[in-house]
């Protein structure tokens, strides 16, 4: 069954020698898109300033002649316009979405061309078989493109077509097989997603329970993976465990060959091995980080009941605003005047910056207070106590 076929030239201008499929060993692609257009003008544009630059003739002195026969080539390029009527140059993700609706637009005329499902079915599987090509050669992101575009023409008319839902989900698989190699993980559980609620809602499965079942186990595989990799360890365990169960699912054995079940079992339980050794490493982590919290608390509480103490001393002291001399009373009413006065112009030293809290100790203070609440958040509160207990007997 015939494809949508790319110009004669690829992306970077130069001639593709087609063999095929493959171009110099490489998969052509089979859309044309907005991208490949402007670049093939551009490329033709930059071949015609470079000819007409080389017909000229040579330095003539007359620099704003020379001037502008040094200018770049014109290029075209995609450019996003406003309701307002302003437009700016298209970012790199603008573009790949312009691109991947020109493929769908494509896709979209040619499957309505073709008459029968069997022509569709026939077309959306050579269509995967050019995406595993994009895949093998560690082209991901052209390979998502390839299978998103597999997904129009396999859309079952009625939910006993069960071959199409069969090919829906291998799509649904390379789908999230290519964006773990991206390292989507999000989007891998998306695709693994989109997939099991297709299976729930069709029903009718039997004449093909087996195929099924073996698709879903790689489904269940797939996004209990990423799941690990996202750090959801409960969640990937349930997947696990719904991907072991289909191996051995009673009647409908998931493989005749014993050799692929055992592979398959293998994969699962050394997912399993790496899901045990992430949650080890998370717990020690965390025990970690308790233990640092701790002592940054502990620290913060020590130094918090040292400015207690400063605080409680300072605040026993009458200091005024502005300093005073303090004197000794020089008699009592009650008895005679000493014989020796004290000079009224003796005074005591008073030290305020050693009297008076400073910035940083209220500072402290407030760290303290914070620390004591964490604490008391994360369950610590034979340690709030303590220090409470060491505070009122201080």
């Known amino acids: 069954m015939s494809t949508i076929r790319a110009s004669g030239r690829d992306r970077s201008g130069s001639p593709r020698q087609k063999t095929g499929n493959v171009v110099q060993n490489r998969v052509e692609s089979p859309f044309v898109t907005t991208t490949d257009v402007m670049s093939e003008i551009n490329r033709h544009l930059a071949d015609l300033h470079k000819h007409k630059n080389s017909s000229d003739t040579e330095y003539t002195g007359d620099e704003d002649n020379n001037n502008l026969r040094s200018k770049k080539a014109p290029r075209f390029e995609l450019q996003r316009k406003f309701g307002d009527g302003t437009t700016r140059r298209?970012?790199?993700?603008?573009?790949?979405?312009?691109?991947?609706?020109?493929?769908?637009?494509q896709v979209a005329v040619h499957v309505a061309s073709l008459s029968t499902t069997r022509e569709q079915y026939a077309w959306a599987e050579a269509q995967r078989s050019l995406g595993n090509e994009f895949y093998h050669q560690q082209e991901y992101e052209q390979a998502i493109d390839v299978y998103l575009t597999c997904l129009i023409a396999v859309q079952p008319q009625d939910e006993s077509d069960c071959l199409v839902l069969v090919l829906f989900l291998k799509v649904m698989n390379n789908l999230a097989l290519s964006a773990l190699q991206l390292g989507w993980y999000k989007k891998t559980i998306d695709f693994c997603t989109l997939a099991l609620?297709?299976?729930?809602?069709?029903?009718?499965?039997?004449?093909?329970?087996?195929?099924?079942?073996?698709?879903?186990t790689k489904i269940y595989y797939k996004r209990g993976k990423a799941r690990r990799l996202r750090g959801e360890y409960k969640q990937s365990r349930a997947d696990l465990r719904a991907a072991q169960s289909q191996i051995s699912v009673g009647e409908y054995i998931i493989i005749d060959e014993s050799q692929q079940q055992q592979s398959f079992q293998e994969a699962i339980d050394k997912e399993f091995q790496l899901l045990h050794q992430a949650e080890f490493q998370g717990r020690r982590n965390q025990e970690k980080q308790q233990r640092a919290m701790r002592q940054i608390l502990l620290h913060s509480g020590e130094k918090q009941l040292a400015l207690g103490t400063a605080t409680d001393q300072a605040a026993n002291e009458c200091i005024a605003l502005y300093a005073e001399k303090a004197s000794k009373r020089t008699f009592s009413a009650l008895r005679a005047p000493a014989t020796s006065l004290v000079d009224d112009d003796s005074t005591f030293d008073i030290d305020e910056e050693s009297m008076t809290p400073t910035l940083w100790q209220y500072y402290l203070t407030v760290i303290g207070r914070v620390a004591e609440t964490l604490l008391f958040w994360i369950g610590d509160e034979e340690y709030v106590q303590s220090v409470s207990e060491r505070k009122k007997a201080m």
């Open 197 to 216: 609620d297709r299976v729930r809602k069709q029903q009718s499965l039997h004449s093909h329970q087996q195929h099924v079942q073996l698709q879903m």
């Open 90 to 105: 298209a970012s790199p993700a603008e573009q790949a979405a312009n691109d991947m609706n020109s493929k769908l637009q």
